[in-house]
């Protein structure tokens, strides 16, 4: 499962917002507490996809690493992965679901006409993604 700071939902969904009409995505840094990922911050990334940003989300190479140097540095690593689907359903496309990795969380937030309506959490089970309970702490 995962848990969330509520300042770090807060500020991913106003990512996403902002960034509507286009996919927004960055990654969760935390820890890995037995069968939870807590995530303690989002570290935002820019959409790298080249032609098709409405609807598909790319991290670039460069910036996972910077993350990754970003969450060494204090202490955390990366459990998961967050973007948006604007005006459609905050359920995995096969895309996302091609492009996954085991052990992390996918945080898909649906943004509909500009506004955060739902999000959910997502987990590479096999080879098929599951809803993962999703715990917001103070
Ligand atoms: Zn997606």
Not at 70 to 75: H, L, M, P, Q, V
Not at 114 to 135: A, M, P, Q, T
Request: with cysteine.
């Amino acid at each position: 499962m995962l848990v969330i700071k509520r300042d770090v939902i807060e500020k991913i969904k106003e990512q996403a917002e902002r960034d509507y009409p286009y996919e927004t995505c960055g990654l969760l840094l935390g820890r890995t507490e037995g069968n939870k990922r807590i995530a303690l911050e989002a570290f935002e990334t820019p959409n790298a996809n080249p032609d098709r940003k409405h609807d598909r989300y790319e991290i670039a190479p460069k910036d996972y690493m910077r993350a990754e140097d970003y969450a060494i540095s204090k202490g955390l690593e990366i459990i998961g992965v967050y973007h948006s689907h604007p005006d459609h359903p905050d359920r995995p496309s096969e895309f996302d679901r091609q492009r996954a990795f085991p052990d992390l969380s996918y945080i898909i937030l649906s943004v509909q006409k500009g506004k955060v309506s739902s999000y959910r959490s997502w987990e590479l089970i096999g080879d098929k993604f599951e809803e993962e309970e999703v715990e917001v702490i103070e």
